[in-house]
């Protein structure tokens, strides 16, 4: 497969010696509620990967990106969907700070730690289910004298054992009473921050998907990236820009883990050749349409064409990647079926694609608008 076998090479450029290292456990292995992939990615660079060059990270493009993912979906898909909320949220990170009024030593210590120390982020923003914007926070913060008050919780927090940093979107306003964005870092050690279980089902359990409460959590200044509140409209081009990586990496984690499918049915020479090649047909549709998206946006698409054109990938990828998983274990056979944990479990992970916001009721009517010539709403 030669989608695959580019997204591996990709991911080796990366990360090399990652692939070799998953592929030392079983899947299962993998995939369990105490695997050790976390560990093994940020031991082999996983966290840098979109962390600008200045900041000592290799600043992968939109393209390269969307292979990497494909390349760990196909090995681990919690792996995958786990560190699609870290790089969502540091491609926001960055952003945002480039547009702040300031970047105080301890903030610029942290973030240049992310590729040098392998620091991991989790996501204090919403995310779960399908109706729900993933932009909104799930924490509020009250001033104090020396910085913030937070509270609230976040379920599921992908990464919640191995977080280095939680990171959470405020509103606040100036002394002037204008608004403005502000970003949280919340060293994951602070007190008042607890983790309980909340994903029970195997399926995915090694993302690290559980409960994280924050109580009376305190957020010193120097660790609050604030914008510019005469800047308010940049702050929408930032938040365009966080839900179209979301989108975009999530979607290419969920087509690796269909690759690693399609693998086994063609090394396994399931089926006819017609039949295989209607199997790579599907896939490389999918594959071509994340790739030709991440490229677009490589090459400036943005805003609500970015948005839109994320969407419109991640929608028709969902529905390809649903049928071709039906006939794909089909072809792989019922006896494979009955003895290969990988073939049911593979097939059980790419069906979560459907699960991640927003829901197709909830922007079919927008996107009609969108291509009617109407602008897009993240809600």
């Known amino acids: ?61 939109a393209a390269d990106a969307v292979k990497v993912q494909r390349a760990v979906g196909s090995l681990s ?21 480039a547009s702040a009024d300031r970047l105080t030593p301890e903030q610029l210590k942290l973030m240049s730690a992310i590729a040098t120390d392998g620091l991991l982020l989790a996501s204090g923003w919403a995310e779960g289910r399908t109706d729900q914007n993933i932009l909104l926070p799930t924490v509020v913060a009250e001033k104090s004298d020396d910085g913030y008050i937070v509270n609230g919780s976040k379920k599921p927090c992908s990464l919640s054992a191995s977080m280095d940093v939680l990171t959470a979107s405020v509103a606040i306003t ?70 179209t990586w979301f989108e975009l990496l999530t979607t290419a984690a969920y087509i690796g883990t269909a690759s690693a499918l399609v693998e086994m049915v063609l090394h396994n020479d399931r089926g006819t050749p017609a039949s295989r090649a209607a199997l790579g047909v599907r896939l490389e549709a999918a594959v071509n349409l994340v790739d030709g998206t991440a490229k677009a946006i490589d090459d400036g698409l943005s805003g609500d064409e970015s948005v839109a054109a994320v969407l419109t990938a991640r929608y028709a990828t969902q529905d390809l990647l649903a049928s071709l998983m039906d006939d794909t274990v089909e072809m792989l056979g019922g006896l494979a079926f009955m003895r290969s944990f990988d073939i049911s479990y593979l097939s059980s992970a790419v069906r979560a694609l459907a699960f991640h916001p927003p829901s197709r009721v909830s922007v079919a009517e927008q996107l009609a608008e969108y291509y009617e010539g109407h602008p897009l709403r993240l809600t």
């Open 1 to 61: 497969m030669r989608s695959l076998k580019d997204a591996r090479k990709t991911c080796e450029k990366y990360h090399p010696g990652l692939i070799r290292a998953l592929k030392k456990l079983s899947l299962a292995d993998r995939e369990s509620a105490d695997s050790q992939v976390v560990e093994i990615y940020r031991r082999h660079g996983g966290p840098g990967l979109l962390v600008p060059q200045e900041y000592a990270g290799p600043q992968a493009s």
């Open 77 to 97: 898909p919690s792996l995958a969907v786990a560190s699609v909320m870290h790089h969502f949220t540091v491609a926001m990170l960055f952003s945002l700070a």
């Open 174 to 243: 100036d002394d002037g009473g204008r608004p403005s964005l502000a970003l949280l870092l919340i060293p994951a050690g602070s007190p008042g921050i607890s983790t309980k279980p909340f994903w029970t089902n195997p399926v995915l359990g090694a993302a690290q998907s559980h409960e994280v409460t924050l109580t009376n959590v305190k957020v010193p200044t120097e660790l609050v990236i604030s914008s510019t509140p005469e800047d308010l409209h940049r702050l929408d081009d930032l938040q365009t820009a966080g839900f």
